[in-house]
């Protein structure tokens, strides 16, 4: 049975009316038309959601042999964060925009797409969006849009949505999906593995450098709607490639599901660069309403000398619980993770990362940066493995807190499990607040107490904010000011 | 331009600064001495507007502005400037970005435009040749690793930069070697105007062996109880401080 609801409540542009400064800026919700399934999860929903996107027959496979697994399974309660009660009944778990033709038509894009897109800064037309960057534009359960995939095709690059994917490299997307997150990883993970609509798959032949940065930009509309996106990249032999993510969604006072896998190969000597900026609705000042953010994300370093570096910028979200981790099998191998997590009001977050050391030689790097303000809580959660036989591999992680104010909370729970003898781990950890000594200090420079925590902060977070490519580093900059105002004073 | 009449203030509700009056011109430079515990830096405290201390009677106008109405930020735009006796860190933070705000803050504030980067490196660049600082100091994070030296030689390279009309250096001889005097106080007298003025705020007299100031104030338990031309400074070196508390101590 398919249904269709006309989910158009009437809500006002938030941006213009009542968000001031400082407040969630793209919170605003597009009047789209919008192809839903019912809600609740069963059997027939899968099935349903396998057969709106034509899938053949060993992908719905894939998503039954999940879902049967994850009746199994349980929502894990280990982390450091207070998750109310989920009905996984009261989702929706597809929502499509219904896409009208344009007049001026850029290939066939919905004008009122185009439109959300440019408030959010995403210009859909090639020529329009930063030289450099190709996007792919996800908006609820598919994605509408793929730019430069020509330029890249030249190089035998492929970019497109996972679902097309699915259909156009059926032998990438077999051989590569679930090796590094199987379908029995984790609750989320399988959930996502059972109900997952679109997301970005990319592949990398090889011997080549991508030329330029791909990003995925993710944006949950609709109500009651679940967000499920599956990415794969695969960085082939000498390949490499910088990909960046970003999100958002609008504010409601319900709260809402995200529960994404990310999945890297990196074979011999490729590298990938793989970057977050996760600004999902937050929730208001009083903790109503926010996204839930469970993720999956891992890299697997499969062949020697492969590179796999994550940097995330987390400032949105009601909850985040996601460990970005790297799996480094192939001798000489690198993991890195960068790390900025805010927790302002009443947001929490339980993030880090696993260094899997299996080959020889291994290296991995953590700095993690948590500022908590207001009655934020932030937790660093990570893992450093070292196995028999990963021998002289070395482990460097930095877990720095900062705290701003008297009511949040920053907690670090760092697990070393290391079973080599010549492998070196080192683990710094230092928590801090804002100096009123500092303040003082750009006070009497000319410098506003605003203005000088925004700068402190940024500071703070320089080691993490320079990992990303240049043209978004500013942006994370502004998003962390942005994401802390009002938090001093 | 800055004019202090009868000043008292407190700390944690504890006296401190118990009666204080001193007008400072332009083209001034006064120096105020005194024992520890005297007093000083809570006036410089007092003049930069530092929260903790709480100003419990009398008045200061700088250009005829009431200053204590002032924010801390305020009172720097108008042209204050504090040479802090401990220099703060701030880690992550450089010295470009630092300084590059603080100027536009105060060009805001004179109705300028903010001013481009290369200008603004060339700004830079001239200060530093003219305070004799390590060009590699400017590159570093807000006195993070700095030396007592380099702390206070950074002091000055901000006022140059900053050209206030009022610049209060608290102390900032203190822990310096004689190389180091030398170059901060070069750059005090470069910097010397005859539309601004200086308070030197030291313990000792040798710091005014290179800023020659007009007045020497000597301060005691919260009041100014003696104030005279720079030979003052010379006979406090000579017979130390204690003669001066025995003539307070008489008088009280």
């Known amino acids: 049975m398919e249904e269709q609801y006309k989910l158009m409540e009437k809500e006002q542009d938030k941006i213009i009316s009542d ?40 992908l719905l496979e894939f998503r039954l042999k999940s879902y049967r697994h994850w009746q199994t399974m349980k929502m894990p309660r280990w982390a450091n964060l207070k998750i109310p009660e989920i009905d996984y009944q009261d989702i929706i778990y597809y ?109 990398i032949p090889k011997g080549v450098r991508c030329p330029m940065e791909l990003s995925t930009y993710f944006r949950i509309n609709s109500a009651n709607t679940g967000q499920f996106e599956r990415t794969l990249l695969v960085a082939d032999e000498e390949a490499y490639v910088s990909y960046l993510e970003g999100c958002t969604a609008p504010m409601r006072d319900e709260h809402q599901l995200h529960a994404a896998v990310v999945e890297i ?43 796999i570096s994550w940097t995330q910028i987390e400032t949105g979200s009601a909850i985040t619980w996601k460990y970005p981790s790297c799996i480094l099998r192939g ?45 934020g809580q932030n937790s660093y959660r990570g893992l450093v493995k070292v196995l028999k036989n990963a021998s002289n591999s070395r482990n460097f992680s930095q877990c720095d807190s900062l705290l701003l104010g008297n009511r949040c909370g920053a ?20 928590t801090s607040k804002i100096g009123e000594d500092q303040i003082f200090y750009c006070n009497q420079r000319g410098i506003s107490t605003e203005d000088a925590v925004a700068l402190i902060i940024n500071g703070y977070a320089r080691e993490v904010i320079n990992k990303l490519p240049m043209e978004f580093a500013v942006e994370a900059q502004k998003l962390l000011q942005i994401s802390l105002e009002g938090s001093v004073g | 331009m800055l004019v202090i009449n009868n000043l008292k203030a407190a700390i944690e509700g504890k006296n401190i600064l118990k009666g204080i009056s001193l007008e400072v011109r332009p083209g001034e430079i006064h120096a105020i001495m005194g024992p520890n515990g005297s007093g000083k830096s809570t006036l410089a405290a007092v003049l930069a507007g530092r929260e903790l201390v709480e100003v419990t009677e009398g008045s200061i106008t700088f250009f005829g502005k009431d200053l204590l109405d002032m924010s801390p930020e305020a009172r720097a735009r108008e042209g204050i ?22 100027v536009n803050e105060h060009r805001k504030h004179n109705g300028l435009g903010p001013l481009s980067a290369s200008d603004f490196l060339k700004l830079m660049r001239e200060k530093k040749e003219l305070v004799e600082i390590d060009s590699k100091l400017a590159n570093r994070s807000v006195n993070e690793g700095f030396s007592g030296g380099e702390k206070k030689k950074n002091e000055i390279f901000q006022m140059a930069i900053l050209e206030p009309k009022l ?15 030398r170059i901060v106080a070069n750059g005090v007298n470069k910097l010397r105007r005859a539309d601004n003025s200086t308070i030197v705020i030291t313990h000792y007299q040798r710091l005014l062996d290179y800023i020659i100031p007009d007045f020497v104030h000597v301060m005691y338990d919260g009041r100014l109880v003696k104030s005279a031309g720079k030979e003052l400074a010379m006979e406090l070196e000579e017979k130390g401080y204690d003669w001066i508390k025995k003539e307070v101590d008489i008088q009280d």
């Not at chain 2, 504090?82 to 603080?102: C, D, H, R």
């Open chain 1, 19 to 58: 968000v001031t400064s400082g407040e969630y800026k793209y919170g605003f919700h597009s009047d789209i038309e919008t192809d839903t399934i019912p809600r609740g999860l069963n059997e027939d929903v899968i099935r349903l959601i396998s057969s709106k996107k034509n899938e053949p027959e060993w």
């Open chain 1, 95 to 203: 929502a499509a925009p219904k896409q009208k033709k344009s007049a001026d038509g850029i290939n066939g894009i919905d004008p009122e797409l185009k439109k959300t897109f440019d408030k959010l800064g995403i210009p859909l037309e090639e020529q329009k969006y930063l030289a450099g960057v190709a996007v792919d534009a996800v908006f609820d359960s598919v994605s509408v849009r793929t730019t430069f995939r020509e330029t890249l095709a030249e190089l035998g690059i492929v970019f497109c949505s996972f679902s097309e994917a699915v259909r156009e490299y059926p032998e990438l997307v077999k051989r590569y999906m679930g090796s590094v997150v199987p379908y029995t990883d984790n609750f989320f993970a399988t959930l996502n593995s059972a109900v997952f609509s679109d997301g970005s798959f990319c592949y």
């Open chain 1, 265 to 307: 190969i990196a074979e011999k000597n490729a590298e990938v660069k793989y970057s977050t900026v996760q600004n999902w609705y937050p929730g208001d000042k009083n903790g109503n309403g926010g996204v839930f953010n469970f993720v999956t994300k891992r890299g697997m370093c499969r062949g020697e000398n492969s590179k």
């Open chain 1, 331 to 375: 001798d000489n191998s690198t993991g890195e993770f960068y790390s900025v997590a805010v927790t302002n009001n009443y947001q929490q977050a339980d993030t880090g990362t696993k260094m899997i050391h299996m080959g020889k030689n291994t290296k991995s790097t953590v700095v993690s940066k948590g500022i908590a303000a207001g009655h």
């Open chain 1, 411 to 430: 907690h670090t729970f760092p697990y070393l499990e290391v079973d080599n003898q010549s492998a070196k781990v080192e683990h710094e950890a230092t």
């Open chain 2, 81 to 102: 400037f504090l040479g802090f006796q401990y220099p703060i860190e701030i880690p992550g933070v450089s010295m470009v970005n630092f300084m590059k705000t603080a």
């Open chain 2, 167 to 181: 610049a209060i250096l608290d102390e900032t001889d203190s822990g310096l070697d004689i190389d180091a005097l």
